[in-house]
T-cell receptor
């Protein structure tokens, strides 16, 4: 059973398009995250979200928006894609209220042409 | 936000040599976590340290938390090709995670 799943695994699209990446976790966690990992392997947090609070990294362009239909899902929607958006995007989840570890999804490699 | 610096950024070692990566912060940390990301994979949790001066071992891996809780290290004894990957330290502040810049380890057979 996959704990944190993401779809699609690969996404190739053209500049200006709008796309979504889906994430689901079956761990019963209450907080989910989106990270962007560039070619240098830096892991940059984009959003953290639980049923009470959305925390946005202020450096993330407002073309990026998280959407959470329920506690087990946190999708990432990206408008007007740009070349610089090409990266691997990871979804992750954890339980808050303590120093618990994060569980990561397999990642979505986004290529914007 | 929390700043966590990691060194070195890259390390190439001959198989059988030891390897160490260091994580440093200018502020006192409540905890430190370590993750490993294999090439093409996703970060996977290895361990968490919370106490000052804490040392934990997992087979050939030794994790240490500094006395002042401002730094941490991961040491691998006698590296193997299966150790290849990027190692990240991370701090959990309760509802936010701050990842170090990572150390990419290459093991030459």
């Amino acid at each position: 059973d996959t704990a944190v799943s993401q779809t699609p695994k690969y996404l190739v699209t053209q500049m200006g398009n709008d796309k979504s990446i889906k994430c689901e976790q079956n761990l019963g966690h209450d907080t989910m995250y989106w990270y962007k990992q560039d070619s240098k392997k830096f892991l940059k947090i984009m959003f953290s979200y639980n049923n009470k609070e959305l925390i946005i990294n202020e450096t993330v362009p407002n073309r990026f928006s998280p959407k959470s239909p329920d506690k087990a899902h946190l999708n990432l929607h990206i408008n007007s894609l740009e070349l610089g958006d090409s990266a691997v995007y990871f979804c992750a989840s954890t339980t808050t209220g303590g120093a618990y570890e994060q569980y990561f999804g397999p990642g979505t490699r986004l290529t914007v042409t | 936000g929390q700043q966590v610096m990691q060194i070195p950024q890259y390390q190439h070692v001959q198989e059988g040599e030891d390897f160490t990566t260091y994580c440093n912060s200018s502020t006192t940390l409540s905890n430190i976590q370590w993750y490993k990301q294999r090439p093409g994979g996703h970060p996977v949790f290895l361990i968490q340290l919370v106490k000052s001066g804490e040392v934990k071992k997992q087979k050939r891996l030794t994790f240490q938390f500094g006395e002042a809780k401002k730094n941490s290290s991961l040491h691998i004894t006698a590296t193997q090709t299966t150790d290849v990957g990027t190692y990240f330290c991370a701090v959990n502040t309760g509802n936010q995670f701050y990842f170090g810049t990572g150390t990419s380890l290459t093991v030459i057979p």
